[in-house]
């Protein structure tokens, strides 16, 4: 692919309404009372129809509904909302990945039901955790019995496509607790899982009280034991461990997040959104209302940066090194041109002798010890 001619194939729209904030969360997100939830619809949908009139899209691969909450809406706003993303980048149903975010608890069967009419054929379920006293203390308003429901209703409206995301790391969280909830989590028999470890990001509650001395975090060891303990069990279930956090069945893979770990371009829409066209790297204006404004007068862009070539290869390394495959010289010369070695040759050596690195037949991936160093194999590429 020539991330400089060629359009995207991917799309991304933030929904940036949820119903709390998380203490953890730093993503460009508002609690949704009060908040002008149809004019955000009618602003995302001027944004659409300026953003392909300016790059045509071609044929659409992958579509990514995220948030906020994106199920907060109600069906008739699902409804509007996901006939607009059909009009502007219409695809082909049978061969489109087109998944929502949704929080367990904010869907039933009529919302389903809109989102199954609206082409959406897989869902994320925000789970972080099986325990209701962890959730409740990272700020979550939903408890496990919600996730039972809604991934069962979920599976009878249809949906053959489900993913969970988990959290470790988290204040209080034991090894003993973490493990319960991969039971649980594999219980469901799911064809995906995101399991993340927590970061601490700024401006968010848990950073002040982290910063305060307050937030009760397990040990650098413990972590290290938990992420051994996720992986053993994620394989041991049949699933491929084929990104640093992320495991699927075969067939499976998050077809989306994997065109950015491919450095591949996306159209990125909506408050705050990003994307990545024809080698431009774009950031959205992120208040509710300031993005309505501004989509009133043009693209509602905050700020564009073109990316040189060397910064692309970089990127490609970094985000390609996050696939437990690695990168591949194939795909690295088709979008520059060269092959890795002749860019980035005493690196690539010197994290080999140092054993965070793994040479393939295909190309370079972290070893079994780079896996768990992989921000220090990362922050090599940066110039």
Not at 177 to 184: H, V, W
Not at 267 to 285: E, F, M, T
Request: aromatic share 10%.
């Amino acid at each position: 692919m020539n991330r400089l001619t060629e359009a995207p194939r991917s799309v991304y729209i933030h929904i940036p309404f949820c119903a709390n904030k998380c203490h953890y969360c730093d993503f460009n997100s508002y609690v949704v009372t009060g908040q002008p939830v149809n004019r955000y619809l009618d602003a995302l949908e001027r944004e659409m129809e300026m953003t392909v009139t300016r790059t045509p899209p071609q044929t659409i691969d992958t579509i990514f509904v995220g948030g906020g909450t994106p199920t907060i809406l109600r069906p008739a706003q699902l409804e509007k909302f996901l006939k607009a993303v059909r009009t502007y980048f219409p695809a082909d149903p049978a061969r489109v990945e087109f998944t929502m975010e949704a929080n367990p608890g904010t869907v039933d069967a009529e919302k389903l039901a809109a989102m199954k009419e609206g082409g959406v054929n897989r869902i994320s379920f925000g789970v972080q955790s099986f325990d209701d006293q962890l959730l409740a203390d990272i700020g979550r308003i939903h408890q496990a019995a919600d996730v039972f429901r809604s991934i069962e209703s979920a599976k009878q409206a249809g949906f053959t496509n489900l993913s969970i995301d988990l959290m470790f790391g988290l204040p209080r969280q034991t090894i003993a607790t973490l493990n319960d909830s991969i039971d649980k989590a594999l219980a469901l028999q799911l064809e995906h899982y995101s399991i993340y470890g927590l970061i601490l990001e700024e401006h968010t509650l848990f950073y002040t009280l982290y910063q305060n001395g307050k937030l009760p975090l397990p040990d650098e060891d413990t972590e290290v034991q938990m992420f051994e303990l996720i992986i053993s069990r994620m394989r041991e279930a049949g699933y491929t461990h084929y990104e640093i956090s992320n495991f699927a069945l075969p067939g499976c893979e998050s077809r989306h997040n994997s065109a950015y770990w491919k450095n591949e371009s996306y159209y990125g829409l909506g408050a705050g959104a990003h994307g990545y066209v024809r080698g431009i790297r774009h950031l959205n204006v992120k208040g509710v209302g300031e993005y309505i404004t501004a989509t009133e007068k043009g693209l509602p862009v905050l700020k564009r940066s073109f990316v040189d070539e060397q910064e692309a290869m970089e990127d490609f390394m970094m985000i390609g090194l996050r696939l437990l495959r690695g990168i591949r010289r194939d795909d690295f010369f088709d979008q520059f041109g060269r092959l890795p070695e002749d860019v980035f040759g005493a690196k690539i050596a010197a994290l080999i002798a140092r054993g965070l690195l793994d040479e393939t037949d295909e190309g370079y991936k972290l070893s079994a010890t780079g896996l768990y160093l992989g921000n220090e194999v990362f922050a090599e590429f940066i110039s």
